[in-house]
T-cell receptor, first 109, second 113 residues
Framework: KNEVEQSPQNLTAQEGEFITINCSYS?????LHWLQQHPGGGIVSLFM???GKKKHGRLIATINIQEKHSSLHITASHPRDSAVYIC???????????FGTGTRLKVLA | SQTIHQWPATLVQPVGSPLSLECTVE??????LYWYRQAAGRGLQLLFY??????ISSEVPQNLSASRPQDRQFILSSKKLLLSDSGFYLC????????????FGDGTRLSIL
């Protein structure tokens, strides 16, 4: 079992839909990171969370430390949101991240 | 502002040939530096990380090596590439103190023939 699990692995949505991507982890963490990887491969940082909730535009990220779970929400989804979304946890006491395998999102016009 | 440069963007190499991928960071000092590999359909796997010049930690036994000859330069190398070395390689940096986000380069897509 991976230390960081994401669900779903693949997601297809219609433009305008509300989208939720989930991340569960089994290790002690200092922070959790949501990343976006576009088809060309480049990775962009979306959020870094250690507690609570963060919002940036149409993106919202939440984390529940007790339940070891985080969600990434996209409101009013758009085709340009199509990408792979990756959850990464920064493990306690190390310099290292552990990455989930990603959720491939496709938003149809 | 800080930037990270990684090159080349795409590389096709024959089996048994050597490899050198370079990553440089600008606008910051003494960063943590990382090399990751992303195999097709799989998550990012940490290969090496460095907290200072000449300090390299290897995460998985493999055919690759890393070096940090200067503070903001991180090089991924191989003497003889294997077919299994194919993948997408990403360099990243973060500030030295913990619990800070990583910033990624654009990646190198390596195909071994």
């Amino acid at each position: 079992k991976n230390e960081v699990e994401q669900s779903p692995q693949n997601l297809t949505a219609q433009e305008g839909e509300f989208i939720t991507i989930n991340c569960s982890y089994s290790v002690g963490i200092s922070a959790l990171h949501w990343l976006q990887q576009h088809p060309g491969g480049g990775i962009v940082s979306l959020f870094m969370l250690s507690s609570g909730k963060k919002k940036h535009g149409r993106l919202i990220a939440t984390i529940n430390i007790q339940e070891k779970h985080s969600s990434l929400h996209i409101t009013a989804s758009h085709p340009r949101d199509s990408a792979v979304y990756i959850c990464a946890v920064y493990t306690s006491g190390t310099y290292k991240y552990i990455f989930g395998t990603g959720t491939r999102l496709k938003v149809l016009a | 502002s800080q930037t990270i440069h990684q090159w080349p963007a795409t590389l096709v190499q024959p089996v048994g040939s050597p490899l050198s991928l370079e990553c440089t960071v600008e606008g910051t000092s003494n960063p943590n530096l990382y090399w990751y590999r992303q195999a097709a359909g799989r998550g990012l796997q940490l290969l090496f990380y460095s907290v200072g010049i000449g300090q390299i930690s290897s995460e998985v036994p493999q055919n690759l090596s890393a070096s940090r000859p200067q503070d903001r330069q991180f090089i991924l190398s191989s003497k003889k590439l294997l077919l299994s070395d194919s993948g997408f390689y990403l360099c990243a940096w973060s500030v030295l103190r913990g619990n800070q986000p990583q910033h990624f380069g654009d990646g190198t897509r390596l195909s071994i023939l």
